[in-house]
């Protein structure tokens, strides 16, 4: 097992991390646990992993004929209008008459017919 140097490892996170979503990361450590962007927290080895995986993820470069064409689909497209959803209408809960307590002291009642309820 190979030691790994924070510093290095996460100056790569960032720079992948920025070519692929286009923003800094925010990288907290808190005891040996590293929080990118306030998510989930994990060891400077997952970090790594991390790397490769977001240096994979990172969108291809374009070539200048890709460029060059224009693209036909895009040209003139209407816009598709929707309707805004209507929210579903909030159901009233019914009042229920059950109450634990009351539970609790009739049973109590009904397994010991001489005791009584406490104060």
């Known amino acids: 097992m190979s030691k790994l140097d924070k510093d290095q490892v996460i100056a790569a996170f960032t720079e992948a991390y920025t070519a692929a979503n286009g923003k800094a990361p925010t990288v907290e450590a808190k005891g040996g646990w590293y929080s990118v962007d306030g998510g989930k927290n994990m060891r400077l080895a ?11 993820a990172a969108p291809a470069k374009k070539s200048k004929a890709d460029a060059d064409k224009p693209k036909k689909s895009e040209a ?12 579903p209408a909030k159901k009233k809960a019914k009042k229920s008459d059950f109450s634990v307590k009351a539970f609790w002291a009739e049973k109590v009642l009904q397994q010991n017919t001489g005791s009584k309820l406490p104060r």
């Open 46 to 56: 997952d970090l790594n992993g991390m790397i490769a995986e977001l240096g994979s």
């Open 76 to 87: 003139k497209k209407p816009a598709a209008t929707k309707k805004p959803a209507k929210a």
